[in-house]
């Protein structure tokens, strides 16, 4: 199991926990999230909803942000992105 | 072709609006314009607080109409209109109300919820709805 706070290279500046809410929820979160940061943060989004496997690293891709990984701790998964622009 | 959605809300019941809400979130997430027709059933549920007290379910699921209910309270799922909302405030949805509706049922804009921006003609909805990547029909 990852370190819950600190992934191998990066320090999460922000982290919204979305467990329990439901897809496009955890998206939704992180959308907001990343809108109201300053260019350079490393955010990431705490999801429940097995839809946001697939869901919130396009949504990173798509953005053109940088997708930093999904780790699988018990009953959810974090993704950590950096917001690059 | 533009990187468009367009929706057709025909249906007023919970479930199709839910369904045509998600899409709409996911398709304004995704950086798609996403535009909302309603028309029919689908705008009677856009009447100024009507969405408060809709349960109304498609009939031939009638029957599981209670329990979705009660689960969409339980699990706190946000409703349809949140949702919309929602893709509002991360992208660019418009909801447009069908002017032929709106006159056959004797309303006006300002008897229908504020996130409809726009009241629009069949052949507007169309000549957008073209150059759409998808169209739904729900």
């Known amino acids: ?85 | 072709m533009k990187e468009r959605m367009s929706l057709i809300v025909f249906s007023g019941t919970v479930d199709k609006l839910m369904a045509a809400s998600i899409l709409a979130t996911g398709g304004a997430a995704m950086g798609l314009e996403v535009e909302v027709f309603l028309t029919n059933w689908g705008l009677a549920a856009f009447r100024k607080g009507d969405y408060k007290e809709n349960t109304r379910i498609t009939k031939e699921y009638e029957d599981f109409g209670p329990m979705m209910m009660q689960q969409m309270q339980a699990k706190k799922v946000p409703s349809w209109m949140e949702n919309l909302k929602a893709a509002k405030e991360v992208g660019d949805m418009k909801v447009l109300a069908c002017s032929m509706t709106l006159e056959l049922f004797g309303w006006t804009k300002n008897d229908l919820e504020p996130i409809v921006e726009d009241v629009t003609g069949v052949a507007t909805f169309v000549d957008r709805a073209k150059d759409s990547r998808i169209t739904l029909f729900i």
């Open chain 1, 1 to 85: 199991m990852p370190d819950p706070i600190t992934i191998p290279d990066a320090r999460i500046d922000r982290e919204v926990d979305a467990r329990g809410s439901f897809c496009p929820g955890p998206l939704m979160e992180l959308i907001r999230v990343v809108r109201a940061a300053p260019v350079g943060s490393v955010l990431s989004v705490l999801s429940s909803d097995p839809g946001s496997a697939k869901d919130i690293p396009a949504w990173i891709q798509k953005a053109g942000y940088e997708f930093l990984g999904a780790y699988a701790l018990e009953g959810y998964t974090r993704f950590v992105m950096r917001k690059t622009h």
